[in-house]
């Protein structure tokens, strides 16, 4: 990283990783956004929700990306076990295994623009 990258405050990505069939794709991605995105969104300290979404070879391939402000921001989301994945209810339905933890990561460059 370059002296004249924009470091950005800091920052945790907690990241989140599921995949469907893909037949069921589309109807994941609305009940995912519906009981997951919007209410993680609607958190206090939550700085930022991604929805990622790749559907190849019979699979759909979802990544959920939230941004937080620390891991203490986190833990009074997730709890103490902050590592643990988060189940919404008709997940086992849907998903083709339910992965037992999600990543944190720090992020150390945000350098997004939007489009216009």
Known sequence: MSSS???????IARIWHGRT????????????????????AAIPNNRGTQM??????GIGDFTVISYW??????????GEDYEKTNVLPRDPEYLLEVEPKVRHL??????????K
Do not use: H, M, Q
């Open 21 to 40: 069939r893909a037949e069921i794709a589309e109807e994941y991605t609305r009940y995912l956004y519906e009981n997951g995105v919007r209410k993680i």
């Open 106 to 115: 720090e992020v150390l460059v945000n350098d997004w623009t939007p489009a």
């Open 69 to 78: 402000d620390s891991v203490e921001a986190i833990k009074l989301y997730a």
């Open 5 to 11: 990258a924009p470091l950005c405050r800091k920052l």
């Open 52 to 57: 990622l979404r790749k559907v190849e070879g």
